[in-house]
């Protein structure tokens, strides 16, 4: 199947600091990228959604001058966590589709101290 | 908003044992997906369910779906300790987002 994958897998930043975590598709074209964030034990909630050269969608509740997402290509996005605090700390999961099925990264863990 | 909803949430079982995991969901959909995730990993894809009576089956696992009553199932068969993970069943629209539910942890105890 298809492969996603993610940098770094696990990062820890002091509070205020900013944090880049890269999501690419490596054997297709993603037309559509997504970032998911999820608590320990819970579920994976989505933050965003966009799509190549265009701005990201945000859902509900989410800051999207906190969590700066660029989808620069087809096969690369970031998202940047700015000014990271503490209860920012999760996993961030990104996923990536040229149509169907959706596929997920490896998943990226950050603390912030 | 679809809202999905797994039941039960947490499932401790013994080996050998069969068992049944629910999913509910809101609205019409017209995918519905397992996942599975081991602790600290992300998802890995089980099944894919499109149309209502589908089932499908690998190995101890077997997924099916009743879009009329909006609910799956994951039927666990004879589970063995490997099974123990979180499942996630997740709901897709005509729309661009998957959905997911709220999990359901496994532990499968020798």
């Known amino acids: 199947g298809a492969v996603v994958s993610q940098h770094p897998s696990w990062v820890i930043c002091k509070s205020g600091t900013s944090v880049k975590i890269e999501c690419r598709s490596l054997?297709?074209?993603?037309?559509?990228m997504f970032w998911y964030r999820q608590f320990p034990k819970q579920s994976l909630m989505l933050m965003a959604t966009s799509n190549e050269g265009s701005k990201a969608t945000y859902e509900q509740g989410v800051e999207k001058d906190k969590f700066l997402i660029n989808h620069a290509s087809l096969t690369l996005s970031t998202l940047t966590v700015t000014s990271a605090h503490p209860e920012d700390s999760s996993f961030y999961i990104c996923?990536?589709?040229?149509?169907?099925?959706?596929?997920f990264g490896p998943g990226t863990r950050l603390t912030v101290l | 908003e679809l809202k999905v909803e797994q039941n039960p949430l947490f499932l401790s079982m013994q080996e050998g044992k069969n068992y049944t995991i629910y999913c509910n969901y809101s609205?019409?959909?017209?995918?519905l997906y397992w996942y599975r995730q081991d602790p600290g990993k992300s998802l890995e894809s089980l099944f894919v369910?499109?149309?209502?009576?589908a089932v499908k089956q690998e190995g101890r696992l077997m997924a099916s779906l009743d879009t009329k009553a909006r609910l799956s199932t994951l039927h666990i068969t004879a589970a063995v300790h490997d099974l123990s993970a979180t499942y996630f069943c997740a709901v897709s629209t005509g729309a661009n987002n998957l959905f997911f539910g709220t999990g359901t942890r496994l532990t499968v105890i020798p």
């Open positions: 996923s990536a589709r040229a149509l169907w099925p959706q596929y």
């Open positions: 369910l499109l149309s209502n009576g």
């Open positions: 054997d297709f074209q993603a037309t559509t």
């Open positions: 609205t019409t959909s017209d995918r």
